[in-house]
């Protein structure tokens, strides 16, 4: 049954790709499980939740302010390369914490551990984007993007429950070792793999700084990629944001139980993977159009928790919602691979990187007090309405509807100041 997907020319048939999709799988069930077993450990301890809330942040804001430099090290250096190193630190991390909990050190000695695994991601993300095009013909990058994805996401359910099941059976101290190992192997995965060289080499002599500007250049000269790229920030900050806080407070609220607010977000992620399947399969003429315009259908999740629902219409709006990022996810890294030199991908990545994941916790932490001061319903009516505002506007920008520039600009040429 599964034999056509790994014949000659397929998908699978490509071995680098396979060691690299199992490495990510590993990879990101252990960073999954990581903050369950560490927010257990430390509750157990006698922490407070705004000591796991700091803690846990810290990982998030390393990897946002050391993106840019983790772009440009990602173009420097071979990809597989900093992901190996990406990941043994990882280890390394994961493992250091199990003598800092057993000795009961001061909290904040574990939080700079956490902030140290965060700079993992910083360099860790552009670089498994960027490498992509050096696994697989350019024909397979949609699908393999996709498959990625996909990966990614299910691993990212499976993680916490991964986590808690080993709390249970053997303790935080047993499960960060084996997060720990997790991360090892999939290190071990990636040194496996023949890594193509790059079709042109960044200039060794450039400095450090240069080299940043010049990534921030490119994503400019490219309109179209700054105008997703700040579309996504601005959305993931004050709409994606204050959903994710808004479902779970008034599903329990309304229902009692916190089951509403699984099955829609487990509904919004099936939606995601088969709209991503589609898009892969249709092969638009347009896919920024397309990905645009189905990005729009988000708007369905905070419009359904702006009225009171029931829990089939809440099922329902969610799985529409979780349609809209299917496109998004076949489109947008198969276009930056294609259309930015592979000398300015890790760059243009880990820009991509920083803003969304950057603003996104800053629009968790808003949706409380904004909801409050607009009031609920308001509040989520407008995001709503922004949400589409934000992709119509967006279209207006040249490039936009075919993720591609209108014309051959001279992107990447440097700036010396």
Known sequence: MFRKYFEPGALLSFKAFRDFSISTLFTVIALSAFPIALAIEILDAGGSATALGLILAV???????????????ADRLPRKTVLIIADSFRALMAASVIPLTIYSTPLWLIGVVVFLMGVSDAFGAPASQAIMPSLLPDHLLPAGNVTRNIMVRGSSIAGPGFAGALVVAFGTHATFVVTALLFAIGALLLVRIDEKPQEQAPEKSSRFMTEMREGLSVVWENKWVAAMIAMASVQLMIVVGTENVMLPVITKREFGTAS??????????????ISAVISVKSKPKHPGLVAVVVWGLFAFAPLVLAFESTRLEIYICYFIAGLSVGPWEAFWSTAIQREIKPEFQGRVFSIDYMGSVGLMPLGMAMAGPLTNYFGEQSFLIGAALFHLFICAITLLVPGTKDMKSPRNSSQGEQINT
Do not use: C, D, E, Y
């Open 59 to 73: 990982k998030v804001l390393s990897g946002v302010l050391l993106s840019p430099v983790g772009g440009v090290w």
């Open 260 to 273: 509403v607010f699984a099955i829609a977000a487990t509904l919004f992620s099936l939606g995601g993977v």
